[in-house]
Each structure stands twice: as C-alpha cells, then as structure tokens.
DNA sequence: TGTTGACCTCAACAATTGTTGAGGTTCTAC
DNA sequence: GTAGAACCTCAACAATTGTTGAGGTCAACA
C-alpha cells in the first residue's frame, strides 16, 4: 500500500513528525517504544531523531501483534532476533512473521477450544 | 475443602476457593472481575460469595479472550449478551462464541496481512 | 538574522489489570 | 462453643502502555 509516491525505502532522513503521520502512530507513543527498544533512531547533529524507512514496518508490526494480545517485551523479544538499525532482509522477516503468526494462531486455537466447549451440541 | 468427585453443574455452592482452586485463578482476579461485571455470585446469609457451575466458563472464556488481545471491558459487552447469573442456554454462547471466534480471526487475519506486506518475496 | 513550528527531555498523570495487606467476620469441624 | 481456615471490604501498591505539559532547543524559511 504505497500511497506514498517518491520514498526511498533506506533514506535516514525521516522526523519523528512524519513517521507519526504516515504510520498513524502517535509521536510520544513512538518515543516510548524507543525507550523500550522496540525501533531504533539516528540522530541529528542537535539530537532530533531520524528515522529509516524500516520504522514504518516495525510499527506496523507492534500494532498488529498488539492487537492479538501481545506485549510490547514480547515484541520486543520477537524483533531483538532482527539486525538493530538498518533494514533487516527478507530472511530476517520471514522467519519473523512465522513466529507471530505461530504464536497468535495459537492462541486463537485455545479460544476456538475453550468456546466450542462452553457451548456444546445442546 | 471437600474434593469434589461428584459436582452439579447448577449447584450455587462454589466458593470462591474453589473457583480459584478448579479454574486457576487468582480469587483477586475473581472478585476483580465481579466488580467489574463480567462474572456475578449470589451471598450467604453471611455475606460470602457462592458461585454457579457456569462461573467456571465464563472464567476460562476470558482468560482465553484476554489472550488474543481482547480486554476485559470487550469481554464485558460481549458477556452482556448473556442472562446473567444463571448459566446461559446454548444458542445463548453459540451466538457469544460465533462473535469472539470473528473478532479474534479479524484480528489474526490483519497481523498475517502486516506480516505478509512486510515480508515480501524478497 | 529572526521567527516559528517541530523537536527535545523529564516528570506527572491516567486507564487497565490485577496483588497485597490490614482489620474484621463467617464457617466448619471438633 | 471455640479454634482456625477461609472469607469479607477497602486502600495502597505495581506493571504496562501510553498522554500531557513545562521548559528549553533546533531547523527551515523569509
């Protein structure tokens, strides 16, 4: 979903303002994660953060595993797999994604079990 | 604390011990829980909690909910549905089941979707 | 060069989801 | 009828996940 016309993927030059605009993630709620070691940011000679493009990805992520019931420290555990920084390859992602999706579809399972034996075949 | 070999779904007698003892949680988090509507009791004479058989559902379905990132006043509305007090008739939970399984499997559906975007097939 | 909006840090507050403890009451088994 | 375990309420604390505001700095444009 590039709505994004001209933007180089590994470009550094990011503030946090955009960052917060285009991933809809507020500013202090990105800070946080920083603070957390969630993502990761270069800074400028008078210490305003930058960020890669791969911050998009990752904050992408955060939302999305938070909203199948992960914390931010398990996340956290879950991207420390990844190079810190730079964008990490496809490799990296892939096995990555698997783990989350593992996960949270497990966790679906146990639902899944624990509704169809609440509500038996009357 | 009588072990309960024998044990009628509909019996109003469990204390809170035993709730806390047969289903694995905390009596905190029971009464925490009833404060906030999502379970309910009937009392002795005495003032002391006495749980129905379907207590132990409603305990198992949330902690379930909660673990696909689901909070507990999203459990609430769900479980509002429900006569409460009493245990639910099946159609009652077969409705409820049908609603978290869809909202779960949205949820998954979108991390799986990040995942896919983010991984791309390099 | 000046100004103005975006940024910085740090601390305080807030909602959610409980746990712990004090101080007192009830229940059950002897 | 009494000892002791289990229960009660209420308040304080705690971790997580942020937001808000004060007070100060940076950067981009005229």
Redesign the interface.
Known sequence: ?KQDTSFDWHEPGLTIGQVAQRSGVSASAIRFYEAQGLISSDRTAGNQRRYHGDVM?RL??I????????TLAEVGRALAGLPPGQAP???D??A??ER??TE??S??D?????????????
């Open positions: 979903m990805c992408a992520m939302e999305a595993c938070q909203r199948v019931g992960l390859n496809a490799e992602w892939h990555l994604a989350l999706r949270a579809q966790r679906i146990r639902l899944s079990q624990v509704l169809r034996e609440l509500a038996p075949p009357a």
